[in-house]
Nanobody, 124 residues
Framework: QVQLVESGGGLVQAGGSLRLSCAAS????????MGWFRQAPGKEREFVVA????????FYADSVKGRFTISRDNAKNTVTLQMNSLKPEDTAVYYC?????????????????WGQGTQVTVSS
């Protein structure tokens, strides 16, 4: 079992940056594909980005490509989401999630473990 804890959310002006972190418990962190999802009020949870076990491959939603960067440190059991050039439409609760394989990577329901979420608010 994996426990995930996000941190780093907050309030930022449009064009600004935030760095989210997700800390994972357990010794099997490197065996999980890690993803970030977000959910705005009244909307479904949507895929943002994912990274493979070693970090060799990443997958981005078109809406964040070129602005967000995901990375992971398996020695520290952490995954980081660097968010630049933030827009008001990026406002949402951001969730860290873990799954074992690459199937249905963009589907929230296919992830096995979730963090509690961290709020990101971008003001215009």
């Amino acid at each position: 079992q994996v426990q995930l804890v996000e941190s780093g959310g907050g309030l930022v002006q449009a064009g600004g940056s935030l760095r989210l972190s997700c800390a994972a418990s357990g010794r099997t962190f490197s065996t999980y594909v890690m993803g970030w999802f977000r959910q705005a009020p009244g909307k479904e949870r949507e895929f943002v980005v994912a990274i493979t076990w070693s970090g060799s491959s990443t997958f981005y939603a078109d809406s964040v490509k070129g602005r967000f960067t995901i990375s992971r440190d398996n020695a520290k059991n952490t995954v980081t989401l660097q968010m630049n050039s933030l827009k008001p439409e990026d406002t949402a609760v951001y969730y860290c999630a873990a799954k074992k394989d690459l199937r249905s990577l963009y589907t929230a329901a296919k992830y096995d473990y979730w963090g509690q979420g961290t709020q990101v608010t971008v003001s215009s």
